[in-house]
């Protein structure tokens, strides 16, 4: 008598195509981990976030170095708008420095003598030293009560 043979392994728990398992099929064969794609997705973002941040603190300093220089340029026109319109008894030259005053009556003056070089008696308020630059804007160097 020939008995039936029963295979004891469930036949829904084999394959006949088992390269295309998303595991290894034998013992020797090659580990095959699954990717974590919320752990690889977290590193990409935090990594854009890294380096986004930098590059908008590298242009954050940029724009802070521009608007200081802006500041600074304005700074040199309303000081010069204000030396143009005083008295100025002589032709200002180029890369020469100056000194603004104020008189007691308030008026404005634009000197070639230094604010030591007043003495004791001397009724004005030093404002500013200047230099004039080659656009013709005023470079203040010492700032007084301007």
């Known amino acids: 008598m020939k008995s039936d043979f029963v295979n004891p392994i469930d036949e829904k ?9 998303p595991y ?3 013992v020797g064969g ?4 699954p ?4 752990k690889v997705t977290g590193l990409a973002v935090a990594a854009m976030y890294e380096q986004t941040d930098m590059q908008l603190s590298q242009i954050r300093k940029q724009v802070e170095l521009l608007a200081a220089q802006a500041q600074e340029i304005q ?3 309303d000081i010069s708008e204000r030396i143009y319109k005083v008295g100025m008894n002589f032709k200002p030259l180029i890369s020469h420095i100056y000194h603004l005053y104020t008189r007691p009556d308030g008026t404005e003056f634009l000197s070639m003598v230094a604010p030591e070089e007043w003495g ?5 308020t030093f404002q500013a030293t200047v230099k004039l630059l080659a ?11 301007v």
């Open 35 to 38: 990717i974590d794609r919320g």
């Open 24 to 26: 290894a099929h034998t």
């Open 120 to 124: 004791r008696s001397a009724k004005v």
């Open 135 to 145: 656009d013709h804007t005023w470079e203040i160097l010492k700032s007084g009560e």
């Open 13 to 21: 728990k084999i394959t006949t195509t088992p390269h295309n398992l």
């Open 30 to 33: 090659a580990v095959i981990k």
């Open 75 to 77: 700074r040199r026109v």
